[in-house]
Structures are given as structure tokens and as C-alpha cells.
């Protein structure tokens, strides 16, 4: 027992580290290794790991010196808001294709607002990738 003790009182600390912005981000800018410092300390909520951040889009302005939460960041956008996209509908082994235009900007998964240029109503579709969004029951 008296081991353990001693070397739990020799075990080296744990480091603890928080995520800080080096820089001002602006809001909508893809996150790069320079944009990032880790200070010493744990905030809660804050992010310990740069891989977290980098290729990450800043979802709100990111100020010097201030912990960087994972709600401060989004995947970056691949489709802007009023760009013509591809909007298709695949159910059951019917494919129809359409342009629309985006009401919204997003990433892959996020669901957007797209107007359908042929019928201009407005529907809800998910971006499956850049110029592409699926409309249907299961997106």
C-alpha cells in the first residue's frame, strides 16, 4: 500500500489544455493549424485537441486568447446561399432531377431551403455534396 502511495505522489501531473483562437477568425472562415494556440488550463466546454478545429469553418467571430468551444465551429460550406444547385428525388428506383436555387448556406448533411427554379415553390432538401441536394422522405 505505502508503494502506491508513492508512486502516485511521483506520477508527473496531468497537462491540461484549452483551444484558444493566436488571432481574430471571422465567422464563415475555414480554421488552418495557425489560427490556433493551446494554452495551459481546462475551460469546460472548450476544445483540447487542434485536430478538432482545423478544417473547420467558424460558425460565429473567434477572438485572441479566447477557448474555442465545438459550437463555435460547423463543417465548412459547400454550397452559399442563392447559388444554383441539383436538387434530386430518389425513391423506389425514380430519379427526378431539377435545378433550384439556395435559399441558405451549408455543408454536406445540413438541411437547406431551395427554390425549385421549374415549379418555384420552396422545399427543405439535405446537401449531399457541392451543387447537390436531396429532396425526399428521407432527407
Not at 478538432?52 to 473567434?62: C, F, H, S, T
Not at 437547406?112 to 425526399?136: D, F, K, M, P, Y
Amino acid at each position: 500500500m505505502r508503494w502506491l502511495i508513492l508512486l502516485l505522489l511521483l506520477a508527473p501531473p496531468v497537462r491540461a489544455e484549452t483551444l484558444v483562437a493566436s488571432g481574430a477568425i471571422r465567422a464563415m472562415s475555414l480554421i488552418g493549424p495557425a489560427d490556433l494556440a493551446l494554452v495551459e488550463g481546462e475551460t469546460p466546454g472548450a476544445l483540447g485537441d487542434p485536430s478538432e478545429a482545423i478544417g473547420m469553418e467558424a460558425r460565429v467571430n473567434l477572438y485572441p486568447g479566447r477557448p474555442i468551444r465545438a459550437a463555435d465551429l460547423q463543417p465548412p460550406a459547400v454550397i452559399d446561399r442563392n447559388d444554383i444547385i441539383t436538387l434530386q428525388f430518389n425513391q423506389g428506383g425514380l430519379l427526378i432531377v431539377t435545378e433550384g436555387r439556395a435559399m441558405d448556406r451549408a455543408g454536406v448533411g445540413a438541411r437547406i431551403r431551395v427554390i425549385n427554379l421549374g415549379s418555384r415553390t420552396t422545399v427543405t432538401a439535405t446537401v449531399v455534396s457541392a451543387g447537390l441536394a436531396e429532396v425526399g422522405p428521407g432527407s
